[in-house]
């Protein structure tokens, strides 16, 4: 079959890549859109666990470029659940005609790049082809989910869920007994929305996170029509902070005030809604180590005050990292679950899990027995679903292996030799409310293309020492940051997954009005740091 021809192949469905696609054929151009799934939505379509929701404020997480769609879709709670988000991106695609464009069921499994006529050659599980002189890469940081290296995992005879491939039918959990591995984000709204109806559950835990309260609420009519005449100061407000959240840091250290002025605005923070006690703390609490103990040890008071059994509430306290240097969790009654009789934790520090039976779990003391089994376990995150696919650049130049040990970047958006490969939400580019830095860089990757078309360019590609500038820059933004110290996800680290066992910085940590400004500015002088032919 010869490969069908566009102006660009957009690798991925969710809120990147329709956006993408929604911003080039505005240009007049043909675009393919390939994603592994059988619908849109991304994040939103795969992650259909029980309880899976937003950490964002609603109103501040979905698209802003289109004011009509901003007064037409109303929100029903401040932080939405999964199928309101995946009914929102519906409602998107189909606004804006976009499915007729995105080949569903196809999951690219290679990309090669021709030197000779500046093309990509694309391929999916099944054999279709498809040819464009630009490849865009919208496959989100969390995509590729990992299960854990476990002995047995096959023999299981229950049924067992990966959060991130969760059934699209309800599962039904009445009265079962249910073993959960895993205790990040995922696994804490998980498991306090299924511990009220199962017959018992067993939640297995390597690392405890620090979780704040969520404070989710309905929105109310009056809220409503607030919301939606102050979408203009929402989105200036998420572009002035560094994260994109509508919580801004406070200027004020830790250090620096009374301890009761500390604490009384640590219980504010505690109080409110969303991310403010992770993003809008003190200062010095994600850089300074002392600032950032008093936070802990706040965090840990409160746990110990939630939690009935001391002993539990010890192990639910992390001891190996500060609050805040690991992806914060939010979360409505995660603690007060273990106070319940039909929860127990289990730290496979003190008895490891040795493997997985027909029947459960057995560990280095005990035998569960489980009718389901839930794998929490997260995602190999930023680079996992680019290794997943074999990307050859100029010369055959593999990027799976280019990328050992660090991602070589410009801006997170380009790749050194990889001509015509733009990404979005690449390594190295700025994070926190993502949709607000995806549009950015949309905007700006459609600028560069619009700047490509009009000169009639036929291969871009960023010049070496553009990226090595960039790799220090990225490398010194994160070097007084407390959590570029602690391994997680976000620092590289997957023991779920060959290789990666080393940190590495997967994100611009400079902060997005900084990214924002340095992007501008490589536009507005005439993007000089890429070669162009
Ligand atoms: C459970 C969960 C909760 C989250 N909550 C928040 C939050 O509250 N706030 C926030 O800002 N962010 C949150 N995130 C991050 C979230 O990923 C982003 O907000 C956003 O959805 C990213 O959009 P995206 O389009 O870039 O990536 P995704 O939504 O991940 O979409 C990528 C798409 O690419 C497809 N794809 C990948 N590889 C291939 C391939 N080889 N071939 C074909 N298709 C492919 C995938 O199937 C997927 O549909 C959360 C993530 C998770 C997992």
């Given at each position: 079959m010869p490969p069908i021809d566009s102006d660009a192949i957009i690798i991925g469905a969710g809120i990147s890549g329709m956006y993408q696609l929604y911003r080039l054929r505005a240009l007049g151009m043909q675009v393919q859109v390939l994603e592994a799934g059988t619908d849109v939505g991304g994040t939103w379509y795969w992650n259909r666990y029980p309880g899976a929701r937003f950490d964002s404020e609603s109103w501040s997480y979905?698209?802003?470029?289109s004011e009509e769609l901003l007064q037409e879709w109303e929100w029903?709670?401040?932080?939405?659940?999964q199928p309101d988000t995946l009914r929102y991106l519906n409602y998107v695609a189909q606004k804006f005609d976009l499915k007729k464009h995105i080949t569903f069921n196809a999951r690219v499994t290679t990309a090669y790049f021709n030197d000779a006529d500046n093309h990509w050659a694309v391929s999916v599980e099944g054999g279709a082809h498809y040819r464009a002189p630009l490849l865009i890469t919208?496959?989100?940081?969390?995509?590729a989910y990992t299960l854990p290296n476990i002995p047995g995992r096959d023999q299981f005879k229950g049924k067992a869920y990966h959060t991130a491939r969760w059934p699209h039918d309800p599962v039904d959990m009445k009265g079962k007994r249910v073993g959960i591995i895993g205790t990040g984000a995922t696994a804490i709204q998980t498991i306090q929305t299924i511990a009220k109806d199962v017959g018992h559950l067993t939640v297995f835990q390597r690392t405890p996170n620090w979780a704040a309260p969520l404070h989710n609420r309905k929105i109310t009519p009056e809220e409503q029509a607030q919301i939606k005449a102050s979408y203009p100061e929402i989105f200036a407000r998420c572009r002035e902070t560094s994260t994109c959240f509508i919580h801004q840091t406070d200027p004020r250290n830790a250090l620096d005030v009374s301890p009761e002025e500390r604490e009384a605005f640590w219980e504010k923070l505690y109080s409110e809604p969303g991310f403010g006690i992770w993003v809008?703390?003190?200062?010095?609490?994600?850089?300074?180590p002392a600032a950032n103990d008093l936070a802990s040890a706040f965090m840990a008071k409160k746990i110990r005050q939630r939690v009935k059994d001391p002993a539990v509430a010890e192990k639910l306290i992390p001891k190996n990292h500060g609050f805040g240097t690991r992806r914060l969790p939010l979360e409505s009654g995660y603690y007060e679950v273990y106070n319940q009789d039909n929860v127990r934790l289990i730290d496979i520090n003190e008895t490891p899990i040795e493997c997985i039976t027909p029947e459960g779990i057995k560990t280095s003391q005990e035998q569960f027995q489980f009718d389901i089994l839930i794998y929490a376990t997260g995602f190999d995150g930023v680079t996992g679903p680019y290794d997943r696919i074999d990307i050859r650049g100029a010369g055959g130049l593999s990027l799976k292996k280019e990328w050992v040990g660090t991602p070589k970047t410009f801006l997170g958006v380009m790749a050194e030799g990889f001509p015509n490969m733009l990404m979005i939400l690449g390594p190295h580019t700025a994070r926190g409310n993502i949709p607000r830095n995806i549009e950015e860089i949309v905007d700006w990757v459609t600028d560069m293309i619009n700047h490509m078309r009009q000169h009639q360019y036929n291969r871009v590609e960023p010049r070496p020492d553009a990226v090595a500038a960039w790799g220090e820059h990225v490398e010194k933004a994160v070097e007084n940051l407390l959590f570029s110290q602690v391994n997680s996800w976000q620092t590289g680290i997957n023991r779920n997954v060959e290789g990666r066992d080393v940190r590495r910085t997967l994100g611009y940590y400079g902060g997005a009005v900084e990214y924002r400004r340095m992007a501008q500015e490589v536009a507005i002088k005439g993007y000089r740091e890429f070669l162009w032919r």
């Open positions: 979905g698209y802003s470029f029903p709670e401040h932080f939405a659940a919208a496959l989100g940081p969390l995509s809008g703390n003190f200062a010095d609490v994600l850089t300074n």
